[in-house]
Nanobody, 113 residues
Framework: QVQLVESGGGLVQAGGSLRLSCAPS????????MGWYRQAPGKQREYVAY???????NYAESVKGRFTISRDNAKNTVYLQMNSLKLEDSAVYYC???????WGQGTQVTVSS
């Protein structure tokens, strides 16, 4: 089973930026289509962004224009560039090819005022 490792989270002030990374750990799994999801305390996990095998991207309305998903095939890594962060973006962020899991540990993003 492929284990995906998310990193790059942290504490940032509202209006700031972070870049999250997603890469497989200990395997030769080649990242292709990938999605980012997030879960805030007391809330259900929700979709954030998706990049398809051909590079097509899609975003949740709540992040459109602020977040950018990209893939570096040479580094076998998917990124989520998050700009103009808002308090409501605080959550644990996960990457996964599908919305059904299994889920890794995620990376915590906390946006402060």
């Amino acid at each position: 089973q492929v284990q995906l490792v998310e990193s790059g989270g942290g504490l940032v002030q509202a209006g700031g930026s972070l870049r999250l990374s997603c890469a497989p750990s200990g395997s030769i799994f080649r990242i292709n289509a990938m999605g980012w999801y997030r879960q805030a305390p007391g809330k259900q996990r929700e979709y954030v962004a998706y990049i398809g095998s051909g590079g097509m991207t899609n975003y949740a309305e709540s992040v459109k224009g602020r977040f950018t998903i990209s893939r570096d095939n040479a580094k076998n890594t998917v990124y989520l560039q998050m700009n103009s962060l808002k308090l409501e973006d605080s959550a644990v962020y996960y990457c996964n090819p599908t919305p059904f899991g299994p889920w890794g540990q995620g990376t915590q993003v906390t946006v402060s005022s």
